[in-house]
C-alpha cells in the first residue's frame, strides 16, 4: 500500500507540474525570439532572424509577435494556431509547400498565440523581423539580372531562380538591403560584396544577410539543382 500512495503521488505530483507550466506559459507569454524553438540567429538595426524549428507532435509556448515579419518554409507540416484567450486551438491547415513565402501584414500587431505541430515531421521556417524600414529607394530588378519577380508585400521585394548544377545568375546588383535564403540542399556559393551575416554553410534554409548596394552573382557549384529566395527589403 505505502508503494501504491508513493507512485500516485509522483502521478498527481507530474500532472499538477504540467498543469503549472501550461498555466505560466499562457499567464506570462515571451517575445517570439525568446520562445524555445524560436532561433535568433541575426539583427541588427533593420532585421532580426530567426530559425524556426518545431518537432512533430510539439507545440511552442505561447509568445508575442509584435513586428511584421516576412518569413519562407524551409520544411512543411501540418500545424494549428491558438490565440491566446482562445478555449481551443483552431483546426489544423495543410502544410504549407518548401519554398512558400509568407507573412503577418494581414494580423493586428502586437499578437499573442502559440502554434502546434500536428504532423509527425518537424517544420522549419526562417522567419524574418522587420525592426524598421531601410529608408533605401529601390526599383524591381530587370530580367536581366536572372531573377524572377515574384510578389511585393509590406514594401519588400520578393525574387526567385532556380539554378541547375553549374549555372549562375548573372552579376547583378541590389539597391536595398536584402535577405538571401536557399530552399533545398545542394551547394550554392555567392560571389561579390561579401555579406553582413550569414549561415556557417550552404544547404536547405541557408541565408545571407546583404546589405544596401551589394552587387553579386549566385553560383550552383553541386550536382543538383538549387532554388533561391531573394528578398530586397523596404
Known amino acids: 500500500m505505502r508503494c501504491a500512495a ?3 503521488a509522483f502521478v498527481l505530483l507530474g500532472t499538477s507540474s504540467g498543469l503549472t507550466q501550461e498555466r505560466t506559459s499562457s499567464e506570462h507569454p515571451v517575445q517570439v525570439y525568446q520562445e524555445a524553438r524560436h532561433h535568433p540567429v541575426f539583427e541588427n538595426s533593420l532585421v ?7 518537432p512533430g507532435g510539439d507545440t511552442t509556448d505561447y509568445h508575442v509577435h509584435a513586428n511584421r515579419h516576412i518569413a519562407v518554409v524551409i520544411a512543411g507540416a501540418r500545424t494549428w494556431d491558438q490565440g491566446l ?3 481551443a486551438p483552431e483546426s489544423a491547415s495543410m502544410a504549407m509547400p518548401v519554398g512558400a513565402v ?3 501584414a494581414h494580423e493586428s500587431i502586437p499578437y499573442t498565440h502559440r502554434v502546434g505541430n500536428a504532423d509527425t515531421v518537424a517544420f522549419r521556417y526562417l522567419v ?3 525592426l524598421r524600414p531601410s529608408g533605401v529607394a529601390s526599383t524591381v530588378l530587370p530580367a536581366s539580372s ?3 519577380f515574384d510578389r511585393k508585400t509590406m514594401g519588400a521585394r520578393v525574387y526567385r531562380v532556380t539554378l541547375a548544377a553549374g549555372q549562375s545568375t548573372p552579376g547583378h546588383r541590389h539597391g536595398a538591403p536584402g535577405l538571401t535564403v536557399q530552399i533545398g540542399a545542394g551547394s550554392l556559393r555567392i560571389e561579390g560584396t561579401p555579406a553582413e551575416g550569414s549561415s556557417p554553410e550552404s544547404g536547405a534554409g541557408a541565408w545571407w544577410w546583404r546589405g544596401a548596394g551589394a552587387e553579386h ?3 550552383n557549384v553541386g550536382a543538383r539543382s538549387v532554388e ?3 528578398i530586397d527589403w523596404p
Open 6 to 8: 508513493i507512485v500516485l
Open 217 to 219: 552573382v549566385l553560383r
Open 48 to 54: 532580426r532572424i530567426l530559425d524556426v524549428r518545431v
Open 228 to 230: 533561391i529566395v531573394e
Open 146 to 148: 536572372g531573377l524572377r
Open 102 to 104: 509568407f507573412d503577418n
Open 85 to 87: 484567450g482562445q478555449a
Open 128 to 130: 524574418a523581423q522587420m
